[in-house]
């Protein structure tokens, strides 16, 4: 078994967005995130299917052009290839957690480009 805290934010890897990689297993990886109030993860795209929670906040998805509002207490899930996006238009920051699977134990921002 794999165990993994979270010590502290993450990594800021864009001005305003806050990723902390968990654990991550064969199937399947875990990630933390918080977005800034006003901060922006432009559109791209990847492999991983990617499932969320929003715990506190709320985030403007773009999802292959169509816009949700995702806020707490709500999952997501984005399929893998598709082009996506996510805004903080609120006043607090957005908190929350997602799985990736394929899993992705080094994200880019770790230095494996994807």
């Known amino acids: 078994m794999d165990v993994q805290s979270m010590t502290d934010d993450g990594e800021e890897i864009l001005d305003g967005v806050h990723l902390a990689q968990l654990a991550a297993g064969s199937r399947g990886s875990v990630q933390h995130f918080r977005i800034?109030?006003?901060?922006?993860?432009?559109?791209?795209?990847?492999?991983?299917?990617?499932?969320?929670?929003?715990?506190?906040?709320?985030?403007?998805f773009t999802v292959d052009g169509e816009e949700y509002l995702v806020g707490p207490n709500t999952s997501y899930v984005i399929p893998g290839a598709t082009p996506h996006s996510a805004e903080n238009r609120g006043e607090v920051d957005a908190v929350g957690i997602e799985v990736f699977s394929p899993p992705r134990p080094t994200p880019p921002w770790e230095g494996d480009d994807e």
């Open 36 to 60: 800034e109030s006003g901060a922006l993860v432009g559109t791209h795209s990847h492999e991983h299917e990617q499932i969320g929670w929003v715990s506190s906040g709320e985030l403007l």
